[in-house]
C-alpha cells in the first residue's frame, strides 16, 4: 500500500495560480503512475493529469491542458500540480493517486491508493 498525503489546497481568486503537492510512502517502489484527480459537488470524479515515474510520462484532461502542469521528484516521492489562470469550474476536491501496475493512466479506476483530498475554491 502506498500512503498519500495532499497539500497546498485554499482559496483563490479566479485567474490566479495554486499548486498543490503529493508525499508518497509505503511500498512506493511499485508505483507506475500518479494521478490527481477532482470531485466538485454533484459530480462524478474526474481526472486531471497523471504522469508516470519511469519516463515521465504526462497526460491532461482537455478542461486544463495549457493552464495545468503535473511534476515529479524522484528523489523526494513528490508529485505536484502547479495550476495557473483558475477557473470557477476549477472549484472541487483535488485527490492524488498511486498506480501501482501498468493500467491507462487517464482512468480513475487502474489507481489503487488515494489520498484524503484537498479542497480548492477558485472565487469571482
Known amino acids: 500500500q502506498v500512503q498519500l498525503v495532499e497539500s497546498g489546497g485554499g482559496l483563490v481568486q479566479a485567474g490566479g495560480s495554486l499548486r498543490l503537492s503529493c508525499a508518497a510512502s509505503?511500498?512506493?517502489?511499485?508505483?507506475?503512475?500518479m494521478g490527481w484527480f477532482r470531485q466538485a459537488p454533484g459530480k462524478e470524479r474526474e481526472f486531471v493529469a497523471a504522469?508516470?515515474?519511469?519516463?515521465?510520462?504526462?497526460a491532461y484532461a482537455d478542461s486544463v491542458k495549457g493552464r495545468f502542469t503535473i511534476s515529479r521528484d524522484n528523489a523526494k516521492n513528490t508529485v505536484s500540480l502547479q495550476m495557473n489562470s483558475l477557473k470557477l469550474e476549477d472549484t472541487a476536491v483535488y485527490y492524488c493517486?498511486?498506480?501501482?501496475?501498468?493500467?491507462?493512466?487517464?482512468?480513475?479506476?487502474?489507481?489503487?491508493?488515494w489520498g484524503q483530498g484537498t479542497q480548492v475554491t477558485v472565487s469571482s
Open positions: 509505503g511500498r512506493t517502489f511499485s508505483t507506475y503512475a
Open positions: 493517486a498511486a498506480q501501482k501496475r501498468l493500467g491507462l493512466i487517464t482512468n480513475l479506476h487502474t489507481y489503487d491508493d
Open positions: 504522469i508516470t515515474w519511469s519516463r515521465g510520462y504526462t
